[in-house]
């Protein structure tokens, strides 16, 4: 782990964070396509809360959600096959590798049932993202959670001493949620690649896309080794598609067969024909990133401005210290006509902003300088 204090790291991404966040000469030398977010609406808050994609779903995945309705009163089953065909080619990986689900919150969800109920353990950070954990303890598993480190990131070898012959599966939400943060590239294959030794590793990859290292690594580089690795991936973020709840995981095949098996739920007929268009999208995929960006330098720059702590981010959201109660400032941003995150303990006087669109952040930007005054 680096040798930086704390309030040094945490502020090292203000300087070299504005080189990337503008997205090189090649983003400024092409201009951007035009796609309208949802507009701001004068009788409600602005919702900066859930980490969601204002721009889309992109125009061409609308259209073809148009295009296919009338297939809605059909099971999705028989055009699930072309979906899954490029996922497997988009991750390089056999078609028998892909599980489809609704969102990457039902597979979460699915493989907490399979691999932590009846009094089985899973090891995950804290905070993290919770879907998982709290369905495991539905069906009688026990969650490990185990506190970030003073970076604030995953502290993987801490998790790792967690694991015994009880562990059903170990959690990674990476880059995690709520922090922001990214785990060193060497240090996460590592973990991984010696864990999924002893039991199944979960890699939560739901904002992957936000990386900016072009080079860093995702975990199904792992699956195609045939490691007791499951990765999970998205297309509510950078898609923007949260409210269609289309998702997927990657996995070595009969470890797929078996969350087959137990899927309890499936995603709807529309919305296979919107991944497909979505993933074929790369002019709306670059213009999210891009743009996502723009944001987080706007909200950087705000926060500097103020003076105030945060942690720079490869996601779509940022983490940042209040000084106060998160409950009480929660409630003075929605007086200022912000919402933002829940509180997430132990860091309560912490807020988590989503990026939004550009007129969100700069109402956000209004009202966070209203309520620090």
């Known amino acids: 782990m680096n040798t930086l204090n704390r309030r040094q790291w945490l502020r090292r991404g203000s300087i070299a964070s504005a080189l990337a966040l503008v997205g090189g000469p090649a983003a400024i030398a092409r201009p951007a396509p035009s796609f309208v977010p949802r507009p701001i609406l004068p009788d409600q ?21 148009k295009d296919h309705f009338d297939q809605a009163c059909r099971y999705p089953y028989s055009y699930l096959r072309a979906l899954v065909d490029d996922l497997a080619k988009k991750e390089g990986v056999t078609k028998d590798h892909i599980v ?12 907490g049932m399979i691999y932590g109920a009846n009094n089985r353990e899973i090891v995950a950070g804290d905070p993290t993202f919770q879907a998982m954990l709290t369905y495991a303890e539905q069906f ?43 785990l060193p590239a060497d240090q996460v294959r590592d973990f991984c690649e010696s864990t999924a030794q002893r039991t199944v590793v979960f890699s939560d990859e739901a904002y992957y896309d936000y990386i900016e290292d072009p080079d860093y690594p ?57 991944a497909r268009e979505a993933l074929r999208d790369q002019e709306f995929y670059d213009f999210s990133l891009a743009k996502n960006r723009e944001a987080k330098k706007r909200i950087y720059d705000t926060l500097d401005g103020l003076g105030m702590e945060y942690v720079p981010s490869q996601t779509n959201f940022i983490f940042f210290r209040t000084g106060e109660s998160i409950a009480g400032f929660g409630d003075k941003m929605l007086q200022a006509g912000v919402q933002v995150g829940r ?29 620090m005054s």
């Open 45 to 65: 808050p602005v919702r900066l809360s859930s980490n969601e994609n204002p721009y889309g779903p992109s125009p061409k995945v609308r259209q073809a959600i």
């Open 100 to 111: 489809v689900t609704g969102g990457s919150t039902e597979g979460l969800k699915l493989c």
């Open 140 to 182: 009688g598993g026990h969650v490990h959670r185990v506190p970030l480190n003073d970076n604030m990131e995953l502290d993987l070898d801490a998790m790792y001493q967690r694991v015994t012959n009880r562990t059903g599966l170990i959690f990674l939400c990476n880059p995690n949620n709520p922090t922001g943060t990214l």
């Open 218 to 274: 995702s975990m199904v580089e792992l699956v195609k080794e045939d490691a007791n690795v499951i990765v999970s991936r998205t297309f509510s973020k950078v898609y923007g598609m949260a409210g269609i709840r289309i998702g997927y995981m990657v996995a070595r095949p009969d470890i797929a067969n078996r969350l087959k098996e137990k899927v309890v739920a499936f995603t709807n007929t529309p919305a296979l024909f919107a």
């Open 343 to 371: 509180p997430f303990p132990p860091y309560l006087d912490w807020c988590r902003i989503s990026t939004g669109s550009l007129e969100e952040v700069d109402a956000f930007n209004s009202a966070l300088k209203k309520v």
